[in-house]
Each structure stands twice: as structure tokens, then as C-alpha cells.
């Protein structure tokens, strides 16, 4: 037979005879929450607590097992939180740049000295913002550790082949971005390499990027489990691809380079407005995860006390009271 359930008792009901359900869809013991202490007995387990919003499984996981990693206290999470908003900020700033310079250049306007400096600038503070990957809490296991070195360090020649890029490059053509039928293979390879370098950076700092992620979505009720590094790093293939083309465009004679030259802008400007997005993206999901960072930090200490008695908690013979 199935199992019934009724909505005014705390657990499973089940018929005579048959074997009793391993676990109560509701709490049916004292459980405290691990932020706020409320008593969530008679909540379901996939629900929140009433008080402060955290999630019921997040104070299971908190009490099973206080050494997840996704509950770690921060030493400073006031740093932490900053950084992961900083992080963001400066790509941003330098896709703000590059976009200014390419919109004035299809324009024919002016472009402010600044702005290459711009551009390097945000990359610099976006590794500064990073620098909170290396190491957020207690227990991040080594190789999450020095792949998030590795990210931050690859910052340094990505910032400085955007200076050469644009400060060297860039200024030999009046058009770099529209060729209008000349092929730079310099510039484009020079593109290829720190699309290649980009990609690597996403991928060592996503790791640890993500268990702020899990952190948040047990601690917070905003969800934040999207994909949006690995997006980006696919934005990065459709600009190299268009890199690729460029590059081949060099290589041809004239008729088959101008539709190589073409191509491969029209995948340059698609793959550099996805990109743009991803970073949006990333930034909307820092600003929700900063909060849970903020937060009280959650040990084995603030989830015990005397007349805790949480073992009847799956017992689905009990009944709440």
C-alpha cells in the first residue's frame, strides 16, 4: 500500500502493519536554528525557519555535520564581502572601457587617453576583488587553494597584454575592431592568447567562487545556482573562434578575407556582449551571496545547548505535541 499523509499530524502515517517510513516529512523533535535559535520542531525539512529565513536542512548539515564547508565560519567577513564585490566591479569597469572604445571608434568619435588605462585598471582591481578566492574560510582544500593562486596571478599578464593591446596595437589601425579588409594576425593572436588566459583565470577561480554559492543557498532563500562562469568561458570560445577567423582572413586571398574579416567581427561583438553579461550576472549573484557572508558565523556551539534533544528529531513515531 502507499503512503498517506495528513496534513494536521507532524509525520507520515502509514497502515496498519506496514513498515514505518525512514524519515518524517516534519520535524517531529527540538531542533534549534543555527542562526537564530528558533524551534523548528514541526517544520518541514525542506522549509524555513520563521524568524531569520535559513534554510531547515542548512541547520541538519550544521548539526550532522559542523565541519561542512559550506557553513565555515569567516574570519573577516567584512573583507570578504568587499572583495566579492569588488571582483565583479572591476571587470566591469574594463568592459566598460572597451566598449566605450569600440563604440567611438564604429562612431568615428574621439576616445579619452584614459581609457586604456581604464581598462587595466579594472583588470588590476578585479584581481585585487579575487584575492578573497585564495582562501575565504578554514578547511578549503589545498588544491582549491593554489588554483586559486593561479587565477590571481594570471591577472598580471592579462592586464598587461590589454596595455600592449590597446596602447600599441590598436592605435596602428583607425579601425582595429572593424579591419575594413585588413588582417593584423599580431593583434588577433594576441587576442587569442588572453582569451586563453581569461578562460584559465574563470576556470582556477571558479571552485572556490562556488561554495560561496552553496553557502548562500543554505543560509539565504535567494537562489544563486547558475552556471555563469562556465557560460562565460563559452563566451570566450565564440570570441577566439572569431579570433580564428581574423586570423585565417591573413592568410587568404582578397575576396575570401573580407568574409573572414566579417565573420569573424560579427562572433567577436556577439561573444564580447555575452561576456558583458556573464560579468552582470556574476555581480547580481556577489550582491546576493555578500548578505550570508555577513552573517553570524554558525559553529557547533551556537547550534547545541542543554535541553537540546534533537535525537527524536527522524524519529517518525513521535509526534509533536
Given at each position: 500500500?502507499?503512503?498517506?499523509?495528513?496534513?494536521?499530524?507532524?509525520?507520515?502515517?502509514?497502515?496498519?502493519?506496514?513498515?514505518?517510513?525512514?524519515l518524517a516529512r516534519e520535524l517531529t523533535?527540538?531542533?534549534?536554528?543555527?542562526?537564530?535559535?528558533?524551534?523548528?520542531?514541526?517544520?518541514?525539512?525542506?522549509?524555513?525557519?520563521?524568524?531569520?529565513?535559513?534554510?531547515?536542512?542548512?541547520?541538519?548539515?550544521?548539526?550532522?555535520?559542523?565541519?561542512?564547508?559550506?557553513?565555515?565560519?569567516?574570519?573577516?567577513?567584512?573583507?570578504?564581502?568587499?572583495?566579492?564585490?569588488?571582483?565583479?566591479?572591476?571587470?566591469?569597469?574594463?568592459?566598460?572601457?572597451?566598449?566605450?572604445?569600440?563604440?567611438?571608434?564604429?562612431?568615428?568619435?574621439?576616445?579619452?587617453?584614459?581609457?586604456?588605462?581604464?581598462?587595466?585598471?579594472?583588470?588590476?582591481?578585479?584581481?585585487?576583488?579575487?584575492?578573497?578566492?585564495?582562501?575565504?574560510?578554514?578547511?578549503?582544500?589545498?588544491?582549491?587553494?593554489?588554483?586559486?593562486?593561479?587565477?590571481?596571478?594570471?591577472?598580471?599578464?592579462?592586464?598587461?597584454?590589454?596595455?600592449?593591446?590597446?596602447?600599441?596595437?590598436?592605435?596602428?589601425?583607425?579601425?582595429?575592431?572593424?579591419?575594413?579588409?585588413?588582417?593584423?594576425?599580431?593583434?588577433?593572436?594576441?587576442?587569442?592568447?588572453?582569451?586563453?588566459?581569461?578562460?584559465?583565470?574563470?576556470?582556477?577561480?571558479?571552485?572556490?567562487?562556488?561554495?560561496?554559492?552553496?553557502?548562500?543557498?543554505?543560509?539565504?532563500?535567494?537562489?544563486?545556482?547558475?552556471?555563469?562562469?562556465?557560460?562565460?568561458?563559452?563566451?570566450?570560445?565564440?570570441?577566439?573562434?572569431?579570433?580564428?577567423?581574423?586570423?585565417?582572413?591573413?592568410?587568404?586571398?582578397?575576396?575570401?578575407?573580407?568574409?573572414?574579416?566579417?565573420?569573424?567581427?560579427?562572433?567577436?561583438?556577439?561573444?564580447?556582449?555575452?561576456?558583458?553579461?556573464?560579468?552582470?550576472?556574476?555581480?547580481?549573484?556577489?550582491?546576493?551571496?555578500?548578505?550570508?557572508?555577513?552573517?553570524?558565523?554558525?559553529?557547533?556551539?551556537?547550534?547545541?545547548?542543554?535541553?537540546?534533544?534533537?535525537?527524536?528529531?527522524?524519529?517518525?513515531?513521535s509526534r509533536a505535541?
Amino acid at each position: 500500500m502507499s503512503d498517506s499523509f495528513d496534513p494536521t499530524q507532524t509525520a507520515y502515517t502509514h497502515e496498519p502493519g506496514e513498515a514505518a517510513p525512514l524519515l518524517a516529512r516534519e520535524l517531529t523533535g527540538d531542533l534549534l536554528c543555527a542562526r537564530c535559535r528558533y524551534n523548528l520542531r514541526g517544520l518541514s525539512v525542506r522549509g524555513r525557519c520563521p524568524e531569520c529565513g535559513m534554510s531547515v536542512r542548512g541547520t541538519i548539515l550544521a548539526k550532522v555535520d559542523p565541519a561542512a564547508s559550506e557553513l565555515q565560519p569567516i574570519t573577516f567577513p567584512t573583507v570578504v564581502g568587499i572583495g566579492l564585490l569588488v571582483w565583479p566591479l572591476g571587470a566591469l569597469l574594463a568592459a566598460f572601457c572597451i566598449w566605450w572604445l569600440r563604440t567611438a571608434e564604429m562612431f568615428g568619435l574621439h576616445n579619452p587617453e584614459w581609457l586604456p588605462l581604464g581598462v587595466v585598471a579594472g583588470v588590476l582591481a578585479s584581481a585585487v576583488g579575487a584575492c578573497v578566492l585564495v582562501r575565504p574560510h578554514a578547511n578549503i582544500p589545498l588544491d582549491g587553494t593554489l588554483r586559486a593562486v593561479v587565477g590571481v596571478f594570471l591577472y598580471l599578464p592579462l592586464a598587461l597584454g590589454l596595455h600592449v593591446l590597446f596602447t600599441r596595437l590598436d592605435p596602428l589601425g583607425a579601425t582595429p575592431f572593424m579591419p575594413n579588409g585588413i588582417a593584423n594576425p599580431e593583434r588577433s593572436g594576441l587576442r587569442l592568447a588572453l582569451c586563453l588566459i581569461l578562460a584559465v583565470v574563470l576556470a582556477c577561480l571558479r571552485p572556490n567562487a562556488r561554495l560561496f554559492v552553496h553557502r548562500s543557498m543554505l543560509l539565504r532563500s535567494g537562489r544563486v545556482d547558475r552556471q555563469t562562469m562556465l557560460a562565460m568561458v563559452g563566451a570566450l570560445g565564440v570570441i577566439s573562434l572569431g579570433d580564428l577567423a581574423q586570423l585565417l582572413a591573413s592568410m587568404l586571398g582578397t575576396g575570401a578575407a573580407q568574409s573572414a574579416l566579417l565573420v569573424g567581427t560579427i562572433l567577436i561583438a556577439v561573444g564580447s556582449m555575452f561576456f558583458t553579461v556573464g560579468i552582470l550576472s556574476v555581480l547580481v549573484d556577489c550582491i546576493r551571496i555578500v548578505p550570508s557572508v555577513l552573517s553570524r558565523p554558525i559553529s557547533l556551539e551556537s547550534i547545541t545547548g542543554a535541553g537540546d534533544h534533537t535525537g527524536a528529531m527522524f524519529n517518525p513515531e513521535s509526534r509533536a505535541g
